[in-house]
């Protein structure tokens, strides 16, 4: 089945500095690729996402990569900000018969005031 | 439009108990997938319904198992319960067409078993 690795488990940036969380899969024909942020005694809550046929994709300060070749993508934060702390998961969604969504094992990140 | 909503918040039973948890899918959503989330182990995926029919399964013992009504409303139970199952449980709504796999989360229900 499906694996997703994500990298770093912590990462920790002062305020203003950017923030960039790597996720490899290894199934090839997956092809939605969505970033989830967790903050604490919530659910999580769908960031952005990008597609197999979409290389790259920018909402405000938050932006995904996909390198479909090397089946790995990344979310990056530009300008960080405290209420930016939270933990982010990457996910990788293919179907087997219904959409199957697997996520990876969560980054915490700490942005320093 | 309301989200995914999930009863009760929080709850504690006492080993080998049984539980039952309750989510109501975003309006018009017919995917319902459960979630298993704990510190060491991150987010598990527990099984999906649409259209009242299990999809997908993951890797979890019979003692969870789950249903989905007419209305897309679902529910899982834990038979059994065992200390490890402690945990906060996720249920993810998704709908259809282009947007069909992307699912939105509850706020999830923690619990405790003693």
């Known amino acids: 089945g499906e694996n997703v690795e994500q990298h770093p488990s912590t990462l920790s940036v002062q305020e203003g500095d950017s923030a960039v969380i790597k996720c490899t899969y290894s199934d090839s024909a997956s092809n939605y690729f969505p970033w989830y942020k967790q903050e604490l005694g919530k659910g999580p809550q769908l960031i952005i996402d990008i597609r197999s046929n979409v290389g790259e994709k920018k909402d405000q300060r938050i932006a995904v990569t996909l390198n479909k070749t090397a089946k790995h993508f990344s979310l990056h934060i530009t300008e960080t900000q405290p209420e930016d702390s939270a933990v982010y998961f990457c996910a990788v969604v293919g179907y087997t018969g219904g959409f199957k969504t697997i996520f990876g094992a969560g980054t915490r990140l700490f942005v320093k005031a | 439009k309301a989200g995914v909503t999930q009863t009760p918040r929080y709850l504690i039973k006492t080993r080998g108990q049984q539980v039952t948890l309750s989510c109501s899918p975003i309006?018009?959503?017919?995917?319902v997938s459960w979630y298993q989330q704990t510190p060491g182990q991150g987010l598990q995926f527990l099984f999906e319904?649409?259209?009242?029919?299990?999809?997908n399964k993951g890797n979890f013992p019979g003692r969870f198992s789950g249903r989905q009504f007419s209305n897309s409303r679902s529910e899982m139970n834990v038979s059994t319960l065992e200390l490890g199952d402690s945990a906060l449980y996720l249920c993810?709504?998704?709908?259809?067409?282009?947007?069909?796999?992307?699912?939105?989360f509850g706020e999830g229900s923690w619990l405790t078993v003693v």
């Open positions: 309006s018009g959503h017919r995917s």
């Open positions: 319904y649409f259209s009242e029919t299990q999809r």
């Open positions: 993810a709504s998704s709908g259809q067409g282009n947007s069909g796999n992307t699912i939105y």
